[in-house]
């Protein structure tokens, strides 16, 4: 029994040493907006301003249904529906350039943000 489980063990390790790799970078997106008239992008509770191009993983979380979660920017375009209120996570890859994340009923009224993508 003991050799099952030292075995189990070194199966899940190894499997993680593999995919760590081809996900490392895949974490630590947050983006939200809503309840009120905020929204933003987050790496590590801290505003994002400039990240390296590569592929992430970002938590959407849209707290109001009068508000929409719209990301874009070079060969992205991606956003929650304005009567949309919930949690998503989408995958997504960041090229050089410069990325909006908005809301689109609320923009002009400043409900928008924007980060660098550097190679």
Same mark, same amino acid.
């Given at each position: %029994?003991?050799?099952?489980?030292?075995?189990?063990?070194?199966?899940?390790?190894?499997?993680?040493?593999?995919?760590?790799?081809? !996900?490392? #970078? &895949?974490?630590?997106?947050?983006?939200?907006?809503?309840?009120? +008239?905020?929204?933003?992008?987050?790496?590590?509770?801290k505003?994002?301003?400039?990240?390296? &191009?590569?592929? !992430?993983r970002? #938590?959407?979380?849209?707290? &109001? /249904?009068?508000? @929409? =979660?719209?990301? =874009?920017?070079?060969?992205? @375009? #991606?956003?929650t529906?304005?009567? +949309?209120?919930?949690?998503? /996570?989408? /995958?997504?890859?960041? #090229?050089?350039? $410069? !990325?909006? !994340?908005?809301?689109?009923?609320?923009?002009?009224?400043? %409900? $928008?943000?924007? +980060? $660098?993508?550097? &190679?």
């Amino acid at each position: %029994m003991k050799r099952i489980v030292i075995s189990l063990a070194a199966a899940v390790t190894a499997a993680a040493v593999i995919l760590v790799p081809a !996900y490392g #970078k &895949a974490a630590g997106l947050h983006g939200e907006v809503g309840p009120g +008239f905020k929204i933003e992008v987050e790496k590590a509770g801290k505003d994002l301003k400039t990240i390296k &191009a590569g592929t !992430y993983r970002i #938590k959407v979380e849209d707290k &109001a /249904t009068i508000h @929409n =979660f719209h990301l =874009f920017g070079p060969g992205l @375009n #991606k956003k929650t529906g304005v009567s +949309f209120k919930g949690e998503t /996570t989408w /995958t997504i890859k960041l #090229k050089v350039g $410069r !990325y909006t !994340y908005q809301c689109d009923p609320h923009h002009l009224g400043g %409900m $928008r943000g924007h +980060f $660098r993508v550097t &190679a």
